[in-house]
């Protein structure tokens, strides 16, 4: 259980000493270093990819037809063949690098230019091409990957079905052998079963990654992968049909559509077959007896798109913040202070609040998500590939991936509707950008599933740490539940907290502050949720499958939100391990400052549970908000350093609001009016007319 009394930086008088000064303190953030740090473990290979991203030839053009669209961006493709950056994961004897982390690093960039080049290469090399790469073997490689790597080939990944969506183990197209012709028959039983949202499949896909049910000797070997030529210059090949999508509400440079099969033949070695085989004779093989392992493990291999699209929900949300940040810093609003300059916009408090929080959790997700990027390439690499690195990667992946696109389109929503009027026009991208990312909530996997996926890891965990527990241990632990009930439910550890910060917000911060202190409150929360739930479900093995399932249903939402709260300490604690690495104390000091603000707003989002559950007194909770506020005072002069260290310039911003027009534009309205006063020909203000009439017609009335 949390001890929150326990921290060095506890303080006697009512304010801390790092808030004296601290606008005028001369702290300055060195950019250059923190810059390279937001680079990430393949900074080369980003710096690569924005050089290709400033490149006008890659930006999007607005007000294209649907069809130009989708026609640019397929050149644009073809433009990233002749550069060769996206061949980096393939393997060498190919022109590859076998480069997986520095692939996806330099691949998440492309969503700087436009994020349909972005998932349109990755349709093509991150899910079809890697479906080849992952799923199949050294003669698949050779056989089909050179046309993928080119373009010569362009492709689709074709799983996803109307009647199924997250639930691919349920898909009902079928591949059934012939073992008369050692063909596979692939088919589409149903209206249900057809492939939809399926990108590259209505106008450029010449062949699909077709997930299906095998099928051989009377048996389903469950679903496994299958390369299909669905297409060639005069359209859709016999036994293959389908429709366009049409438009969407967002990412509208891609071809999406449907696909159907009615009994096409494909050879028997266009199954993908490194994790299952059909013999000539139809005898199926694997490496993994267990279907269900055999099925996570083949979708496991795949994982490259969640990973790849939590990272490019961070570059858009860093983009939509340096823009609204930026333009925040030069627009000028209202005479608050002086009566001849308008307050700078992002100096008023609730600015502040709209923007410099979501700043600190894009700081946190984007260092959570290069420890995933490093996972990632462990695992790809082989250097750290068991089981346990796997399901590792796949869980940080879910959670992350869950929590950053969530996060990018309300820091997109904010951002548009900081800038005013200004953010709603096209030209400023802020718009487009939350349109194209909206849909990154639910492809590669809903949210909501993939942090239930994400909580039943947290309860088998859990449930690991007593399996071979002896009655004794389990008692034991049950008392210190109940205790911990007691003592957090009954109010004692809430009144010791209030007895100790009594009459001081200084000492209820200081407390808080410390980062030990900020770890127990996560950690516990999350502890303290899972083992709630484990208690609840512990029944569930002896009840029948139905109610099992209902109990399950009934702790669904509390799970999802355990989920939630463990990939927020993730973040959190990815944060302050590169605190360690900074050398600059200048640096460290305000970045400890925008961590202690994305912790902090944890906490106060989470307030109601610490309050209820006797984690916090009420006069620690309030301190809570009030450091809050004074973070962002101290953070406020380091705002516009914070986001020019995500190092995007105007080439990647594009838009007009955060070019320095702004700042011109006030320059020149304060010399107008400064040389329209000095001239002696400024008309007089109305209240100021008024205010002398009375002065000279009612002078008692006015003196009073």
Same mark, same amino acid.
């Given at each position: 259980?949390? +001890? ?13 000493? =790092? ?5 005028? *303190?001369?702290?300055?953030?060195? $950019?250059e ?47 990233? &063949? ?11 004897? %190919? ?16 969503v ?7 998932i #349109?290469?990755?349709v ?7 479906a ?35 639930? $691919?183990?349920s ?7 012939? /073992?008369?012709?050692?063909e ?7 209206r249900?079963?057809? #492939? ?13 990654? $077709? ?11 469950? &679903?496994?992968?299958?390369? $299909?030529?669905i297409?060639?210059d !005069? ?5 293959v ?7 969407k ?5 891609? +071809? ?14 266009n199954? %993908? ?28 291999? @795949? ?6 699209? *939590?990272?490019?929900?961070?570059l858009?949300?860093? &983009?939509?913040l ?5 333009y ?5 609003q209202f005479?608050?202070?002086?009566d ?6 992002? +100096? ?5 609040r ?19 990027l ?10 750290? +590939? ?17 929590l ?9 929503? =904010?951002?548009?509707e ?6 709603f026009?096209a030209?400023?991208?802020l ?32 449930g690991?740490r007593? #399996? ?35 009459g ?12 030990q202190?900020q ?8 502890e ?11 029944? /569930? ?8 399932a209902? %109990? ?24 302050t =391990? ?5 050398? !600059? ?11 202690d @603000?994305?912790?902090?707003?944890l906490?106060?989002?989470? %307030? ?7 984690? @916090?007194s ?14 962002l ?13 995500f ?8 838009a ?26 400024a008309?007089v ?8 009439? *009375? ?10």
């Open positions: 259980m949390v +001890d929150t009394s326990l921290s060095p930086a506890a303080v006697e008088g009512g304010i801390l000493d =790092e808030d004296r000064d601290h606008v005028t *303190d001369g702290i300055r953030i060195d $950019v270093e923190l810059s390279e740090k937001m680079l990430g473990s393949w900074p080369e290979q980003r710096r690569a990819a924005r050089r290709l991203t400033a490149r006008p030839e890659f930006h999007r053009i607005e007000g294209q037809s649907l069809e130009e669209y989708r026609d640019t961006v397929f050149g644009q493709l073809k433009l990233l &063949v002749e550069n060769g950056q996206v061949h980096r994961a393939f393997p060498k004897q %190919l022109g590859g690098m076998e480069d997986h982390g520095g692939n996806i690093a330099g691949f998440e960039e492309l700087t230019a436009d994020p349909s080049l972005q #349109k290469s990755g093509q090399w991150g899910l079809f091409g890697a080849v790469l992952h799923l199949g073997t050294r003669e698949h490689h050779e056989r089909f990957l050179p046309g993928i790597m080119s373009l010569e080939t362009p492709g689709a990944f074709a799983m996803t079905e109307i009647g199924h969506g997250s639930d $691919v183990a898909i009902a197209t079928t591949a059934t052998y012939d /073992a008369e012709t050692e596979f028959v692939i088919h589409t039983p149903i249900a079963a057809w #492939k939809d949202y399926i990108g590259n499949a209505a106008v450029h896909g010449k062949a699909a990654a $077709v997930f299906a049910q095998l099928i051989t000797n009377g048996v389903n070997h469950g &679903v496994h992968c299958f390369y $299909v030529p297409r060639d !005069d359209g859709f090949l016999p036994g049909g389908g429709e366009d999508d049409g438009i509400g967002g990412l509208n440079g891609i +071809d999406n559509g449907r696909l159907h099969f009615t009994n096409v033949r494909i050879p028997r070695s199954l %993908l077959n490194r994790y299952g085989n059909v013999d000539a004779d139809g005898t199926y093989s694997s490496p993994i007896a267990s279907p269900g392992r055999r099925f996570f493990t083949m979708l496991g291999t @795949l994982v490259q798109g969640r990973v790849s699209l *939590d990272g490019a929900a961070v858009a949300s860093a &983009v939509g340096q823009i609204a940040i930026t925040a810093s030069q627009r000028r005479n608050a202070a002086s001849v300059q308008e307050e700078v916009i992002l +100096d008023y408090q609730r600015h502040q709209r923007l410099l929080p979501k700043l600190a959790t894009t700081y946190a997700q984007t260092f959570a998500h290069d420890e995933l490093v996972k990632f390439d462990g695992v790809f690499s082989g250097k750290r +590939d068991t089981d346990d690195d796997r399901q590792d990667l796949e869980t940080l992946a879910a959670a992350l991936k869950s950053s696109t969530w996060h990018a389109l309300d820091v997109l929503q =904010e951002a548009r900081a800038c005013g009027g200004a953010g026009l030209e400023n991208r718009t487009s950008l939350r349109a194209d990312l909206d849909v990154y909530v639910t492809f590669e996997g809903d949210n909501n599933v993939l942090l239930q996926l994400v909580g039943k890891r947290l309860l088998g965990d859990y690991k007593f #399996k071979d527990a002896d009655a004794t241990t389990l008692a034991r632990f049950a008392a210190e539940q109940a205790r911990g009930k007691v003592v957090n439910g009954t109010g004692l550890r809430s009144l010791a907290q209030t007895v100790a910060d009594f001081s917000t200084a000492r209820s911060v200081g407390r808080l502050q410390d980062e202190a770890r127990e409150l996560l950690t516990d929360r999350v303290s949720m899972i083992g709630t739930i484990a208690g609840r479900l512990r029944a /569930a093995s002896k009840l029948s499958k139905a109610e099992a209902a %109990l399950f249903n009934q702790n669904q939402n509390e799970l999802i939100e355990a989920a939630i709260a463990h990939a927020e300490l993730l973040q959190w604690e990815a944060f =391990e590169a605190l360690s690495t900074i050398s !600059d104390p200048a640096t460290k000091k305000v970045l400890t400052w925008l961590r @603000l994305f912790g902090f707003g906490v106060e989002k989470h %307030l109601a549970w610490y309050l209820i559950h006797g984690r @916090l009420g006069q620690r909770a309030q301190s809570v908000t009030a450091y809050i506020d004074r973070l005072a101290r953070l406020r002069p380091h705002a516009v350093d914070l986001v020019d260290a190092g995007y310039t105007q080439a990647h911003l594009r007009p609001i955060a070019s320095g027009i702004e700042t011109e534009r006030q320059e020149e309205a304060a010399a107008y009016l400064a040389d329209l006063r000095a001239s002696g020909n008309p203000d109305e209240k100021a007319t008024k205010s002398t009439f *009375d002065a000279l017609n009612h002078p008692k009335k006015s003196r009073k």
